[in-house]
């Protein structure tokens, strides 16, 4: 009997491993198939209740009744009592997740630890063990290192908390006062910067920004003037002109510290607009592998080749993890709060396939094939103006000097001044100084006109 309840129980784990294989598999799995093989299990989860219950029928003892006497009635049928307490096992819902090797091993070891396993004989256990293909070696090896594990399980933090700034924390201990009075008295004046703030997503507290605002700009006054009073045998300035200048320093000081967030959006969105192409890529991919919609953000957050774009993701993921968000909540307020066009609409698309119940993956798919094409489209424009920028390099900066240089030595042969300058002073300076500010200057333009390519 126990040859054939092994029997059924490998039937049974073999069943299982088809089931996991068929929901591993990209798509939906074919549903008659897992039918059948759940209806196989059920089966066989019949045959070995039945094989128990014959088992402890045969153990009780039977009492001996005596003969019935003989009688003209017609034999009934016999009344055959219905198994108690017996109902088939639950459909097992095996999930979306393939068991790992070091899963499967626990569930052997916890089989082997269990009470069924110690009341079987020598033989027996040795049976079972051959059954699951395990020596004996390997199973002391594996119990030694289960044992020796960390019980204690630290569980991955998924979302992220700004760590506070020295700087900041020095500006706050004495400038907070001065900076929440401000604020309070001019919130219409602080609106704007603090939308930009929120925009760039600065590692900072808005008012421990203002904080630092009027700290430096008090400190700007007094370091001027020291500068100034450095410089002045050099400049020969007056008190006046000193104590002036010096203001002008703290002002500029205000007005830039005010308008630093908002210098960063361009930036911002220029870096967004140039990972986004491949980042939808990658969300395509994702969900068309019928990952759940969060999964998609958390898996682009891991990933270190999106630095701007995983920015805005973990703001989806704390307001999700960290504040109790829905998801569709959640993209709503990031889209309010982004520098990019482009990632803004991406998040409102998304909203509204999730909220309408709409194909994520489609639509996914549909702006990654739309972004790549706008991006080479973007790159096919900037070589076509790499070439028109080489042509006016070649004429202006190589053609140019050779005939300036041609002219200056027929006019040096003649004898002749050029505004009243030496030909040789002209030349020198067009060769050392013109020259080399020209092409440094069309470098940049190049370079800051070819971002990104």
């Known amino acids: 009997m126990q040859g054939d309840i092994l029997n059924s129980a490998k039937n049974i784990l073999g069943y299982t491993k088809k089931i996991i294989e068929l929901k591993s598999q990209i798509g939906n799995p074919d549903k008659n198939s897992l039918n059948k093989l759940l209806d196989g299990i059920l089966a066989e989860n019949h045959k070995i209740f039945s094989l128990l219950n014959i088992h402890n029928e045969d153990a009780k003892p039977r009492a001996i009744k005596p003969a019935p006497a003989p009688s003209n009635k017609k034999p009934e049928s016999p009344n055959i009592p219905l198994q108690k307490n017996i109902s088939p096992l639950p459909k097992p819902d095996f999930g979306d997740r393939i068991i790992p090797e070091h899963a499967k091993a626990e569930e052997q070891i916890q089989g082997i630890s269990s009470d069924v396993f110690k009341r079987l004989s020598d033989k027996d256990k040795k049976q079972f063990v051959k059954e699951l293909d395990i020596s004996y070696s390997d199973l002391k090896k594996f119990i030694k290192n289960y044992n020796k594990r960390d019980s204690k399980e630290i569980k991955k933090t998924d979302y992220t908390v700004y760590k506070p700034s020295s700087l900041g924390e020095f500006a706050n201990k004495h400038m907070k006062k001065y900076a929440d009075n401000l604020i309070s008295k001019y919130p219409e004046f602080f609106k704007p910067m603090f939308g930009n703030f929120l925009t760039v997503e600065m590692e900072l507290l808005s ?3 203002v904080s630092m605002m009027l700290l430096f700009t008090v ?3 007094p370091a001027s003037l020291l500068f100034l009073f450095v410089l002045n045998p ?4 007056n008190i006046v002109t000193i104590f002036i200048l010096s203001i002008l320093c703290t002002i500029l000081t205000f007005i830039g510290f005010y308008f630093y967030p908002a210098s960063l959006i361009g930036q911002k969105s220029k870096n967004i607009k140039l990972e986004l192409p491949f980042a939808l890529v990658h969300m395509s991919a994702v969900a068309g ?10 898996l682009i957050a891991e990933s270190e080749e999106y630095p701007e774009m995983k920015k805005e993701i ?4 704390n307001y999700v993890n960290l ?12 889209a309010n ?14 909203i509204s396939t999730i909220e309408t119940g709409g194909d994520l993956k489609g639509y996914l798919k549909e702006k990654s094939d739309d972004a790549l094409n706008t991006y080479k489209l973007d790159r096919k424009k900037q070589v076509e103006a790499l070439a028109t920028y080489s042509e006016v390099y070649t004429s202006i900066l190589i053609a140019a000097p050779l005939l300036l240089l041609v002219t200056l030595a027929i006019i040096n042969s003649i004898g002749g001044k050029i505004g009243g300058l030496d030909v040789k002073i002209i030349a020198w300076v067009g060769v050392a100084g013109a020259l080399p500010l020209l092409n440094i200057g069309f470098m940049f333009f190049v370079n800051a006109s070819q971002k990104g390519l």
């Open 314 to 317: 973990k703001k989806v993921l």
């Open 219 to 221: 400190l700007a006054f």
């Open 234 to 237: 050099a400049f020969k300035l």
């Open 289 to 298: 592998s019928g990952a759940q919609p969060l999964s998609i953000f958390e």
């Open 337 to 350: 709060t982004t520098a990019s066009p482009e990632f803004k609409e991406l998040l409102n698309g998304m």
């Open 207 to 209: 008012r421990s920004y």
């Open 323 to 334: 504040f109790g968000y829905n998801l569709s909540n959640a993209l709503r307020n990031v």
